[in-house]
């Protein structure tokens, strides 16, 4: 399960729909061994795709650099989906190399950087092999906001 504060789900939500139509990326950290998302890392999306994100080389080393001297690790891997469901990707399945980390996908297909609610969905994936769980925000059972049902 994924614990987060309403701080932090609104910050994701929030760079989800500043960026979209193209992919946001980014990470929350926190200290080592605790599973506990403190500190948000909005990442620069270096392909600038609406379909896929890329992570600056030099921003990413930065950053690892900076949680080794802070002791933190990833908690929180996230990124968005502006076009499909908050579901991983073959792609974002293969590139999955933190096996303690949530992957959060939030899907802006929807409502796209307008007002309304999106995806919001949390998932373990491990050796190739995914899993979702569920995500408490601030204390309080929230399988996210709902996805949003389809209209016939």
């Excluded at 930065?62 to 073959?90: G, K, N």
């Excluded at 949390?122 to 925000?137: A, F, K, L, M, P």
């Amino acid at each position: 399960m994924l614990r987060i504060d309403q701080a932090t789900y609104d910050a994701i939500v929030e760079h989800a729909k500043r960026d979209h139509p193209v992919e946001a990326c980014g990470m929350v950290v926190g200290p080592i061994g605790s599973d506990r998302p403190e500190r948000l890392i909005e990442m620069v999306n270096a392909a600038g795709s609406p379909t896929f994100y890329e992570y600056d080389s030099t921003d990413l080393f930065q950053l690892y650099r900076q949680m080794d001297e802070r002791d933190e690790e990833p908690v929180v891997i996230y990124h968005s989906h502006s076009a499909t469901e908050a579901y991983p990707s073959v792609t974002d399945i293969n590139l999955a190399s933190e096996p303690g980390a949530h992957y959060v996908l939030v899907s802006t297909r929807e409502h796209g950087n307008n007002p309304g609610p999106v995806e919001f969905r949390s998932y373990r994936i491990i050796d190739g092999v995914v899993t979702e769980e569920e995500v408490t925000v601030a204390g309080t059972r929230a399988d996210a906001v709902a996805p949003a049902e389809e209209s016939s």
